[in-house]
């Protein structure tokens, strides 16, 4: 599997990424060993996670994640094979949240110890912290890859604003800089990255590693209607906003495209993700290995002008006039 840049942080990822926060939620920790193992086997590398995961489980502190995967590492002995992703910032309990230099310093060596490894490969600030300097943040970042436990760092959630300005920040103090973002975007919920993110990433030369690349689940096209939304919490919870006429466009001309190309509507909707020139790797779970195996082809499927051009017309804000 042919392996992509991402941005300027000398880092080489396969075309998509494995989403951590299944780990320890959805999937056991022997399935969670099993995806790992058969993710490499396919090609790929790249693998994303967050200290905060799985938080927001009943009974779970967070790091349940980062635990797994680290397990996986030390049993499997696959370290060097993986190019390891994970987030500080979201709140930990206790106060234990944001980027001021002290908390980066402490969350770090939290999410090294249940990584179970010497180096993350790619630090990403979960959230932006408006209440500490971009200085202070940046230099915690820089002393954090001198000293070999980072490789590079990312940012996930942040506005056009506030990355131009800590690349800016960076650039002035001769700080490290945000080599990747992590922006929301799929066929759906286009409108916010292509309009201020997205030129600001080419302009400046970040990789882009976008989350919620299938929409929770509604571009697979398991959800069409009010009562398959209604057979699962993250249906109930999350779905219900695709449920429209735009939604159901979106889907329809999923499922031509499936057809002519002999995929899964999920595939092209990955694919169509994939060969837009700004983005790196989507970042894409799989709670079995059935669905792990659609992902291999989704991250080779090459979808021709005509399909990706219907695509964008579908999943335009309003409706494409003939």
């Given at each position: 599997?042919?392996?992509?840049?991402?941005?300027?942080?000398?880092?080489?990822?396969?075309?998509?990424?494995?989403?951590?926060?299944?780990?320890?939620?959805?999937?056991?920790?022997?399935?969670?060993?099993?995806?790992?193992?058969?993710?490499?086997?396919?090609?790929?590398?790249?693998?994303?996670?967050?200290?905060?995961?799985?938080?927001?489980?009943?009974?779970?502190?967070?790091?349940?994640?980062?635990?797994?995967?680290?397990?996986?590492?030390?049993?499997?002995?696959?370290?060097?094979?993986?190019?390891?992703?994970?987030?500080?910032?979201?709140?930990?309990?206790?106060?234990?949240?944001?980027?001021?230099?002290?908390?980066?310093?402490?969350?770090?060596?939290?999410?090294?110890?249940?990584?179970?490894?010497?180096?993350?490969?790619?630090?990403?600030?979960?959230?932006?912290?408006?209440?500490?300097?971009?200085?202070?943040?940046?230099?915690?970042?820089?002393?954090?890859?001198?000293?070999?436990?980072?490789?590079?760092?990312?940012?996930?959630?942040?506005?056009?604003?506030?990355?131009?300005?800590?690349?800016?920040?960076?650039?002035?103090?001769?700080?490290?800089?945000?080599?990747?973002?992590?922006?929301?975007?799929?066929?759906?919920?286009?409108?916010?990255?292509?309009?201020?993110?997205?030129?600001?990433?080419?302009?400046?030369?970040?990789?882009?590693?976008?989350?919620?690349?299938?929409?929770?689940?509604?571009?697979?096209?398991?959800?069409?209607?009010?009562?398959?939304?209604?057979?699962?919490?993250?249906?109930?919870?999350?779905?219900?906003?695709?449920?429209?006429?735009?939604?159901?466009?979106i889907l329809a001309a999923l499922d031509e495209a499936?057809?002519?190309?002999?995929?899964?509507?999920?595939?092209?909707?990955?694919?169509?993700?994939?060969?837009?020139?700004?983005?790196?790797?989507?970042?894409?779970?799989?709670?079995?290995?059935?669905?792990?195996?659609?992902?291999?082809?989704?991250?080779?499927?090459?979808?021709?002008?005509?399909?990706?051009?219907?695509?964008?017309?579908?999943?335009?804000?309003?409706?494409?006039?003939?």
């Amino acid at each position: 599997m042919q392996l992509k840049p991402l941005g300027r942080s000398g880092l080489q990822v396969s075309p998509l990424a494995f989403g951590g926060n299944v780990f320890g939620w959805t999937v056991d920790e022997a399935t969670s060993f099993r995806l790992l193992d058969a993710w490499l086997d396919a090609g790929f590398n790249f693998i994303d996670t967050a200290d905060v995961y799985s938080s927001w489980v009943p009974g779970h502190a967070g790091g349940e994640s980062e635990s797994i995967i680290g397990k996986w590492l030390r049993a499997s002995g696959k370290r060097d094979r993986v190019v390891l992703a994970t987030k500080v910032g979201k709140p930990m309990g206790e106060g234990r949240q944001g980027l001021s230099a002290r908390y980066i310093r402490e969350a770090v060596e939290a999410s090294l110890k249940r990584l179970q490894t010497d180096r993350i490969d790619l630090y990403q600030s979960h959230d932006d912290d408006a209440g500490t300097p971009l200085e202070e943040s940046l230099g915690a970042f820089a002393d954090l890859i001198q000293a070999g436990k980072v490789r590079a760092i990312g940012a996930s959630n942040y506005t056009a604003p506030r990355l131009a300005e800590a690349l800016d920040v960076a650039e002035r103090l001769g700080l490290p800089r945000y080599e990747s973002l992590q922006p929301l975007y799929n066929l759906y919920d286009r409108a916010a990255y292509e309009a201020t993110l997205e030129p600001l990433c080419v302009q400046r030369g970040l990789g882009v590693i976008n989350f919620y690349a299938l929409a929770a689940g509604f571009l697979t096209g398991k959800y069409r209607s009010e009562a398959d939304a209604s057979k699962s919490a993250r249906g109930k919870n999350t779905i219900a906003k695709y449920l429209n006429p735009r939604g159901l466009r979106i889907l329809a001309a999923l499922d031509e495209a499936a057809q002519a190309h002999g995929a899964t509507p999920g595939q092209v909707a990955l694919a169509w993700q994939i060969a837009r020139p700004s983005v790196t790797a989507p970042i894409a779970s799989a709670t079995s290995l059935e669905q792990l195996a659609e992902l291999r082809t989704a991250a080779t499927l090459k979808l021709d002008a005509g399909t990706l051009a219907r695509l964008d017309a579908a999943s335009a804000e309003a409706p494409a006039k003939t």
